[in-house]
């Protein structure tokens, strides 16, 4: 991020439009849109109020401090206070110019003042604030300052003129030179500090904003990510035993009906699983929960469910073993969640890798640790390779151990079977309160 000080801000090299005000809009309705116009009218509307302020200086000051002018003197007196407004059309794009400019005029100005009459013009000030906006602080106290001793030097040459007293005319020109030119430009300084600041609040706003929409994309995606692994868990556990067991229930409706009647029965059944399964998935991108889906938001199946899913495989015809070890524990439900599905995904892949092959199946409570293991021997009749089983599941189970801080352990046994181990280490066992959640 970058910020100017004599322009808009910057961020990652796009410039940031400010914020228009009242006075910026009625310009703009105006057609007064580029930076020479602007300033020329500002120029224009300050010679203006000069004029002005030089009828009431002749009518009323002069006379009420008894001071006399001449027509020349006066003359010379009005033309020089009214240009010096003409500079304030370079103010913003020679700023330093700008004011040298302003201060060369005053000093005609001063050769026209009464001796006893400091005469400062809007001008100066307006010159020496936009030095203090647009230039760094160091910078534009040395330009200002170097404009005092000018005045000075012009009232005391004048008063050398004249034959009067050098140190009023001095003393007045140096406090008239301070005021209008340092004191201004330490104003503009701090009101340039203070657009910056709100000017990099606004900049961080926006970065929060784009931030905050990143972040959101970020959780729909891994969200849309984790309802694709979930999806896939269910359709490849639950089809894959439909298309088993439709393939027994081909080959028994001529030899053995009722055999063929229960198979489309469990079928049946299976489906109608499975069904309740993708609703409980696509249940979780709702906002509000239905008053008609009752029973389908559910928390998801954990540990505990491995004995029915266990039944299943063994009516499609699986050998699986489930053995458990240790005194079971509660676990945080997202991590009871991604054992089963780990297991889930385990039965699926020895169903299509090695169908018929015998699936050892152990869940394990350590003091520290909690694991599951799944084993199958390599399918009969084929010969034992080292197999390079990849896709869209083995991710998910990595994925899932990831997100519980898990360890997932993948590969070939030295028979030519397959392993999967996932652990979890236990620091921060759960405590079971007997809450209601």
């Keep these: ?4 000080t004599d322009g808009p801000a910057v961020f990652d090299g ?3 439009p400010p914020r228009l005000g009242r006075l910026d809009s009625l ?17 224009a509307v300050v010679a203006l109020m000069t004029a002005g302020l030089l009828v009431v200086l002749f009518q009323y000051v002069l006379e009420a401090e008894d001071l006399t002018v001449g027509p020349a003197q006066g003359v010379l007196l009005a033309v020089a206070t009214c240009a010096q407004a003409l500079p304030l059309v370079l103010r913003r794009t020679r700023p330093v110019l700008c004011l040298g400019l302003v201060v060369a005029v005053q000093v005609l100005v001063i050769a026209a003042s009464p001796p006893d009459l400091s005469v400062g013009g809007i001008p100066q000030v307006i010159a020496g604030y936009t030095v203090g906006t647009l230039l760094p602080a160091r910078r534009a106290l040395m330009v200002t300052g170097a404009a005092v001793p ?11 003129v004249s034959g009067n007293g050098l140190l009023m005319p001095a003393a007045n020109h140096l406090a008239a030179g301070i005021g209008t030119y340092v004191v201004s430009a330490l104003v503009g300084g701090a009101v340039a500090t203070r657009r910056r600041y709100v000017e990099l609040l606004h900049l961080r706003a926006e970065e929060l904003m784009r931030t905050q929409r990143a972040t959101t994309q970020a959780a729909i995606f891994a969200e849309r990510s984790r309802m694709a692994r979930e999806l896939h868990d269910v359709a490849a556990h639950h089809l894959s035993g439909l298309v088993v067991q439709a393939a027994a229930v081909a080959r028994q409706i001529d030899s053995d009906p009722e055999a063929a009647k229960a198979g489309t029965a469990w079928i049946r059944g299976q489906g109608k699983e499975t069904l309740d399964s993708l609703r409980l998935i696509v249940g979780v991108l709702r906002e509000r929960p239905s008053v008609d889906d009752d029973g389908h938001d559910a928390p998801p199946p954990g540990l505990d469910a491995l004995d029915g899913l266990v039944r299943t495989a063994r009516t499609l015809g699986d050998t699986v073993e489930l053995v458990r070890e240790g005194r079971p524990r509660d676990l945080a439900p997202i991590a009871d969640a ?3 599905r780990v297991a889930q995904e385990s039965l699926s892949n020895a169903r299509q890798h090695a169908p018929g092959a015998p699936v050892r199946m152990a869940v394990r409570f350590a003091e520290r640790e909690v694991s599951l293991e ?26 899932r151990a990831h ?8 590969g070939p046994t030295p028979s030519g079977g397959w392993r999967v181990l996932l652990t979890l280490p236990l620091h921060h066992e759960p405590t079971n309160t007997g809450g209601q959640e």
């Design 150 to 160: 000018v005045g000075v030097l012009a009232a005391a040459v004048t008063a050398l």
């Design 338 to 340: 991604a054992f089963y």
């Design 1 to 4: 991020m970058m910020l100017t």
């Design 27 to 43: 310009l703009t309705r105006l057609g007064v849109t580029t930076r020479p116009a602007q300033d020329a009218l500002l120029a």
């Design 374 to 399: 799944v084993v199958n021997t390599p399918a009969a009749g084929r010969t034992p390779t080292v197999s390079t089983r990849q896709g869209m599941g083995l991710i998910g189970m990595r994925e």
């Design 403 to 410: 997100l519980v801080g898990a360890t997932l352990t993948t």
């Design 14 to 16: 796009v410039p940031v």
